[in-house]
């Protein structure tokens, strides 16, 4: 059983309230969490507000300090958070060693770019003035994040946020909340302030109302759904906040025909099965040219057959759980609807999966864009592979969609990299790799995929005003 966390002090529901955290790998039920009613939100909020009035004035040392003591706490505990995170979201073990590397990435990152925060000194147009622009931080920050990557979507806000001086409240996913809740512990070992992380436990609804409607909040940040996001920018409407959304994707992965098959196989398998699929910049649409397709269908579903299915604290397995029933039903449905309308489909039978919540690897080949997956995410280990003819006939296809996160392409042609590359309305292209991701990437989406970027230097924009100053001479 575990409380959440608020100024500092590990706090129950008002109304005892609690939430059971299963293994979606076998259902066996992990502990307990406070549901949080909105009034004791709102006292997270209150500590968040009480700890910004200093932190705001805390140095670039100070911050960077925290920051790094809590990446070192993060580093030292690797193998129990990863193992936590196994727990609770399914993912293989090895995927979580890798994703608390990650996740503590955002913290160092961070507590270097707390040292670059810089203003300007514009000329002014009298010798007397001295005119400027500081950056200072927004103020509070509220943040929700989805259960797919537990930790790495609350360091990489939350690195950001405190980088800049502002304090925060969080809002984990109800699957996910213990890594958040190891994180808080994490944070008072490192000595960070009473409230300036908190973790506020129950239900996103509820917490999304209770930050939208209250003017301290200055700022929201939301990954998860497009229509989540939706509600919530609308919701922020009303108090005027600093949004940053990162939402959907419907990534497509194109594979041209002067390539190595082998490799764009192989890069192709990982694009789309990491994280058992569950990946915002998974592999959506893969479109193979038509010289290359049947053998590259082969060889991907070989490949595909071949990876071990079961619970992830087994070293060996390679797809672990979906999150929950529904999202077997989700993927499932999507392959169903390909089938109806004529799309081969290929992979071990359903009835051999280990366990209600698992989906056994799936391809959907010559897929076509009359079929749900061509404009619906497959949140889960579901491939859909079709083939094409000419490059600007693939370029339309995988631009015709609602989403632009993250996109690959694979070629050799330095001509042809150019033209996808201007061509694409992505966030993200990855050429020649998939391994588009790390603290120093500007992460972040086009279209409905979102507002705003994460990593990089630009992450921590969402997290600073500028303010404008003009300096008179006062002896004039
Ligand atoms: P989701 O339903 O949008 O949930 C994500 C979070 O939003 C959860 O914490 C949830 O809280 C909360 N939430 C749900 N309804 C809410 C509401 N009305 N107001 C405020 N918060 C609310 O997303 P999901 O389906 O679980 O996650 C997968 C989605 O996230 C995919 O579409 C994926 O592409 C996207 N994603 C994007 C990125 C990126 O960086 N672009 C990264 C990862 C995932 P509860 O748990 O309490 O419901």
Redesign the pocket.
Known sequence: MENAYLGGQWQTAGSGARTAVTDPANGETLGQVPDLDSPTMQAGIDAAVAAFADWRHSTAGDRAEALLAWYDGMCRHRDPLAEMMTREQGKPIDEARGEVDYAASFLRWFAEEARRIEGTAIPPEAPTLALGTRREPVGVAAI??????PLA?ITRKVGAAIAAGCTTVV?????TPFCALALARLAEAAGLDAGQFNVLT????T???TVCADTRVRALS????????R??LAGAADTVKCTSM????NAPFIVCDDVDLDRAVDDAIAAKFQTSGQ??VAANRIYVHRKLYDAFVARFVERMNAMPVGHGLDEATAIGPLIHSQAVADVQALADDAAAQGARLFGRPQNEAPGPNFFMPTTIADFTPAMRIARE?A?GPLAAIAPFDDDDAVMAAANDTIYG?ASYVYTHDDARIRRFLRGLDYGMVGINTMDITGAQVP???VKQ??LGR?GGHAGIEAYLETKFYCIGDAHR
């Open positions: 929700i994040t989805p259960w797919n990557f979507m809002n984990p996913a109800s699957e129950g239900s996103g609804r917490f999304g109302e939301f990954t998860g759904s497009t229509h989540v996001g509600a919530l990162e939402l959907g994707g990946d915002c995410e949140f996160l992460f972040g989406g995929s979102g994460e």
